[in-house]
């Protein structure tokens, strides 16, 4: 592993993002380490829970946008052009379809989150069954700015409520971690200095019940979201989202509409 840290303790995984200097964002090889980890912990049958968790002062800065990083997303094709069915198909593997298989996953799951959580970073925490907050928590998806809807794994509307979920993409402002807590995101708030320990002594008391029930009592409550629509609200948007990528190849060949450096800049700024 380069980029991920995995361990296991009394009938907890430990799945942990180690890239602070680029504050966890994630690259192509950073993906499939975490896809890699989440296996391996749900085929473990001496791991009972998940926590996913992350190195540095923060959780992840979402996508990397470092293309000239040897792990970087390779989705060009040998032209150097982009195709919308190309980059369709790559990312409904690695980013949706990543994120819905540990949504699935017959184990309860605890993201730990610090600091900034920006967009892509919520592929990864919306997925979760359990949010523990540092105060200093922020979530984010600020892509409207690349004249895009949102992030690929669109569970916002669900995590957050219809009015609350179009307020943050409007105006890009980050959710913090009191107002996640008051909503109900998030399970609790704990002092960043305490937020591995917190979320250990939860997840190790979770791992105390009987495995084959919680699995059940997990498939409930996710059947339950699933008749309501929730994959196929997930799957509409997601398609949407490419619409987004289809209008910035229109305009300019590229799957964004920003350029890379001022987009860059904007979510600094965020």
Known sequence: MKYVRYEVEEAVASITLDRPQKANAQNEKMLDEIEECFTRAEMDDAVRVIVLRATGKHFSAGHDLDTSDPDAVQIREPDGTYRLDTMYRWEARKY??????????????IAAVQGKAIAGALNLIWPMDLIVAAENATFQDPVVLMAIGGVEYHGHAWELGARRAKDMLFTRRAIDAQEALHIGLVREVVAPDELWEKTDALAKDIATQNAFGLAQAKRAINQTLDVQGYYAALQSAFDIHHTGHGNAMSY???PILMELDEMKSELKKS
Do not use: L
């Open 96 to 109: 949706f379809g990543y994120s819905w298989h540990w949504r699935n996953i017959p184990k309860p799951t």
């Open 252 to 254: 300019t060949g590229h």
